[in-house]
């Protein structure tokens, strides 16, 4: 729920789509807590959307069950993660190396998985929680020059729906997003500004609404693209 009441923690959440999520849910009076590895790319967002900064890798171990406590212990108390941290790495399958492969899965499978499970435990114990993984239209249907990404983002559709049919009899809601191609500079450098393309914004409205459904219903998983991109 997008309001004085959630308590969240955004992965990913120092830029584009997880940033401009905490900023929305900050302006409904959440209280928000945002991941990231830069400290001080992370340090200034925080400090420009009112959050709290967790420095960390999420594809450490150590690091994810780190992020979950000390959002527990900054906020209070914890019930949304919005499971957004990804990297990306594109090219011709034989031209993909083993390195960007096992890079591109550590964080967007075993990250998110790490991160999810520390979250899982709190929120089994609490008899509640919102559990949304940030995926892609990429984890519908491949694209050449897209071993390494979308193969990582339907293994995540995979977790996503373990995850539900495991936790909703905890009360738990696990949804899933799948955004079309967003002008953040994702994978490689920012894009020149397009107005026909999907903006971080957009992906993080949509977040917002379906956080916003009352807790006894979910949106299982949801899609964007964008009308007419040129």
């Not at 083993?98 to 435990?121: I, K, P, Q, S, Y």
Request: proline share 3%.
């Amino acid at each position: 729920m997008a309001d004085s009441t959630a308590h969240v923690l955004v992965t990913g959440g120092s830029r584009g789509i997880g940033k401009e999520t905490a900023r929305l849910l900050v302006e409904a009076g959440a209280r928000v807590a945002i991941a990231g590895r830069d400290g001080e790319v992370l340090g200034a967002a925080a400090e420009e959307l009112g959050c709290t900064p967790i420095q960390g890798d999420v594809s450490v171990e150590a690091d994810a069950e780190r992020m979950v406590a000390e959002t527990i212990a900054a906020l209070g108390a914890y019930d949304t993660l919005i499971n957004n941290a990804a990297i990306g790495r594109f090219a011709p399958l034989v031209d993909t190396s083993a390195e960007d492969m096992e890079r591109v899965w550590r964080v967007n499978v075993l990250g998110a998985f790490l991160v999810g499970r520390a979250t899982a435990h709190h929120f089994v114990s609490t008899s509640g929680g919102t559990l949304v993984n940030v995926g892609s239209t990429a984890a519908r249907k491949g694209f050449a020059g897209g071993s390494a990404y979308a193969s990582s983002k339907f293994a995540l559709s995979g977790l996503t729906e373990c995850w539900r049919a495991e936790l909703r009899a905890h009360d738990v809601r696990v949804m899933q997003i799948n955004p079309s191609e967003v002008q953040t500079g994702f994978g490689g450098s920012a894009p020149a500004p397009n107005e026909s393309k999907l903006q971080a914004l957009d992906i993080a409205e949509a977040i917002v609404a379906m956080l916003a459904m009352p807790a006894r219903g979910f949106v299982t998983e949801t899609t964007i693209w964008a009308t007419n991109p040129k």
